[in-house]
């Protein structure tokens, strides 16, 4: 079975940065993609970066300049670097592992599209 494990997150002042991992197992990161996303209360889930086995990457214009996505495809572990973190950064970040959607146009995909980790809380104040 596919699963996602995501760390890293926790509370933050604004301007200051968090580096969030996933751990996954039961699959070959080659089959395709792995993506960020994120949801705050009371809004939908958005993208915020992803990743194809090439290394090609695509980000949120929000998050542009700021947030890195990074891969390491020989343990399954994929990474989020969030410097200069924003209060609307503020959010329950979620790995993704599915397909080139995910990436280009950071599609958000349904559980059946998709696999979700359990998310990890990333809080700015």
């Known amino acids: 079975d596919v699963q996602l494990v995501e760390s890293g997150g926790g509370s933050v002042q604004a301007g200051g940065s968090l580096k969030l991992s996933c751990a996954g197992s039961g699959y070959t990161y080659s089959s395709c993609c792995m993506g960020w996303f994120r949801q705050s209360p009371g809004k939908e889930r958005e993208g915020v970066a992803g990743?194809?086995?090439?290394?090609?990457?695509s980000y949120a214009d929000s998050v542009k300049g700021r947030f890195t996505i990074s891969q390491d495809i020989a343990n399954n572990a994929l990474y989020l670097e969030m410097n200069d973190l924003k209060p609307e950064d503020s959010a329950m970040y979620y790995c993704v592992l599915g397909d080139k959607r995910i990436v280009f146009p950071l599609k958000v995909p349904t559980t059946m599209e998709a696999y979700w980790g359990p998310g990890t809380q990333v809080t700015v104040s």
């Open positions: 990743i194809d086995p090439d290394g090609s990457t």
